[in-house]
Nanobody
């Protein structure tokens, strides 16, 4: 059974950093594109970043470019999202999701498999 588990969320001050992890079980991540999404209260879920089957293919939402970095460790079956210079506007529940195949997309509707989410709160 395909399962994704996010971890690494928490409370951080503006300007701080967090690293989120998305650990997969029941399947091999190297056959999937992985996306990170977030949803703040009262807002729609939005794509933050994604990484393709080819480790060199990545995409970022404009507001996180230069601050967030996505990476994958296929040996550990885990994808990471390094978040630096965090802002209060980054506060949300962060989810990872898996999409089989080569496609690279930040559209949530394209991903059939999701984790349960991890809370990120940026506040002083």
């Amino acid at each position: 059974q395909l399962q994704l588990v996010e971890s690494g969320g928490g409370l951080v001050q503006p300007g701080g950093s967090l690293r989120l992890s998305c650990a997969a079980s029941g399947f091999r991540l190297n056959n999937y594109a992985i996306g990170w999404f977030r949803q703040a209260p009262g807002k729609e879920r939005e794509g933050v970043s994604c990484i393709g089957m080819n480790n060199g293919w990545t995409s970022y939402e404009d507001s996180v470019k230069g601050r967030f970095t996505i990476s994958r460790d296929n040996a550990e079956n885990t994808v990471y999202l390094q978040m630096n210079n965090l802002e209060p506007e980054d506060t949300a529940v962060y989810y990872c999701a898996a999409l089989s195949g080569w496609r690279l997309t930040l559209r949530a509707v394209d991903y059939p498999d999701w984790g349960q989410g991890t809370q990120v709160t940026v506040s002083s």
